[in-house]
């Protein structure tokens, strides 16, 4: 099932069908930090089901204008040292990792 928006600017070319989100959703890796906007994989696995349907209109808005917002591209990089017995005043012996937003992954 599909929810239609009564637009002209959508139109079936740009649909995004919720149970798709919903599905996406459910593959989220739980466990995992909160980004900068707080939320965690749970928060968005545990929702109400309309949820979904609020999402697949938000992806299909940013798809039809062409517009992402800022804060989807917003991060967090955090250095971690590769090993425990390396030195930590060597920038080679850090990998990087970036907490993103979990509605942007």
């Given at each position: ?13 740009h649909?995004?069908?919720?149970s798709?989100v ?38 299909r ?7 992402v917002?800022d ?20 920038s080679?012996?850090y ?7 979990c509605?942007?992954?």
């Open positions: 099932m599909t929810y239609i928006v009564s637009s002209g600017a959508l139109n079936s070319s649909s995004f069908i919720h798709l919903d599905e996406m959703i459910r593959e989220l890796k739980r466990g995992k930090t909160a980004g900068l906007d707080g939320f965690m994989a749970e928060h968005l696995v545990f929702s109400h089901p309309i949820v979904c349907v609020l999402l697949s209109l938000l992806f808005f940013i798809a039809v204008y062409r517009f917002p804060d989807f591209g917003a991060g967090v990089v955090i250095p971690l040292l590769k090993s425990e017995n390396l030195d930590s005043t060597v080679d012996n990998r990087a990792i970036t907490i993103s937003p509605m942007c992954l």
